[in-house]
C-alpha cells in the first residue's frame, strides 16, 4: 500500500492556530468529510455551474464560482450582491446540504462564535494561476456572524491582513481539510488568495475547492 490510500483517511489530531482576536485556522478540520464534500460540489455543481463571474469594473475572475443555499453570490456589472436565484440557471440555487450546515456551525462554535446558521455557501474553484485578489467579505446584511471558509484539493497560499487594503498581510499555507474561521474584531479583514501553483492533488486534481460560509439575510 502507498502512503497515498492513507492520505484522506488519517485522523490527524486538529490543530488550532489562532491568527488575531477573532481568526483561527482549523488545522485538518474538514479532512475526513472532504470525499463527501467534494461528491456534494460536484452535485451542486450539475444543477449550479461553475462560472467564471464578471466584475463591476468589467474584469473577468479567474476564480470559477458557484453558490448553495437560501442564496448565491452573485457579481456582474451591476454590482455585488446576494440573489435567490442563479442568474445561469434561472432557478433557486441548489439546497445546502446539512452535513455542510453542521460543519460550518462545528467550526465556528471552536472559534468562539456560537450558533452560527449559514444561509448561503459560495463554492471557488482555483485552476492553476487562479487567485483572489484582497478582499473583505461585506455584502452580508449583518456583519455579526462570522466567515467559516474550507479549503480543499491543492494548497493555495492565504493573505490575511488589516482593516485596510494596504495593511501588510499573513501568508498562511492552506492545504487540504483546512478551515478558516473569521468574525467579530477580524470579521471586515482583508483577505485574498495567491495564484494557485499546479500541484495534483489525489481528490481533486489541479484544481482547488473552497468553501466559504456565510449568514448573508
Ligand atoms: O479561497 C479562499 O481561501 C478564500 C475565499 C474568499 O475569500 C471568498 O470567497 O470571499
Ligand atoms: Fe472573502
Not at 478551515?179 to 499546479?198: C, D, F, I, N, S
Request: glycine share 10%.
Amino acid at each position: 500500500m502507498t502512503l497515498d490510500l492513507f492520505d484522506d483517511i488519517d485522523p490527524i489530531p486538529a490543530a488550532h492556530e489562532p491568527l488575531c482576536d477573532g481568526a483561527m485556522v482549523l488545522r485538518h478540520f474538514a479532512r475526513l468529510e472532504a470525499g463527501n464534500i467534494l461528491a456534494d460540489v460536484e452535485a451542486i455543481a450539475q444543477k449550479a455551474a461553475f462560472r467564471r463571474m464578471e466584475t463591476p469594473g468589467g474584469l473577468r475572475m479567474s476564480v470559477a464560482t458557484t453558490s448553495c443555499g437560501n442564496v448565491g453570490w452573485v457579481s456582474d456589472r451591476r454590482g455585488y450582491r446576494y440573489d435567490s436565484i442563479d442568474p445561469v440557471s434561472g432557478q433557486p440555487w441548489p439546497r445546502m446540504p446539512e452535513s455542510f450546515f453542521a460543519l460550518a456551525g462545528r467550526a465556528a462554535a471552536l472559534a468562539g462564535f456560537d450558533g452560527f446558521a449559514p444561509d448561503a455557501c459560495l463554492i471557488n474553484r482555483y485552476d492553476p494561476g487562479a487567485k483572489l485578489s484582497l478582499h473583505q467579505d461585506k455584502d452580508e446584511r449583518s456583519l455579526d456572524h462570522p466567515i467559516v471558509s474550507v479549503s480543499l484539493g491543492m494548497s493555495a497560499m492565504f493573505l490575511f491582513g488589516g482593516m485596510k487594503r494596504s495593511d501588510s498581510a499573513m501568508r498562511i499555507p492552506l492545504m487540504h481539510g483546512d478551515v478558516v474561521v473569521w468574525g467579530g474584531p477580524a470579521r471586515l479583514r482583508y483577505h485574498g488568495v495567491l495564484p494557485v501553483k499546479e500541484k495534483p492533488h489525489s481528490l481533486t486534481g489541479s484544481r482547488r475547492i473552497n468553501l466559504t460560509f456565510r449568514k448573508a439575510m
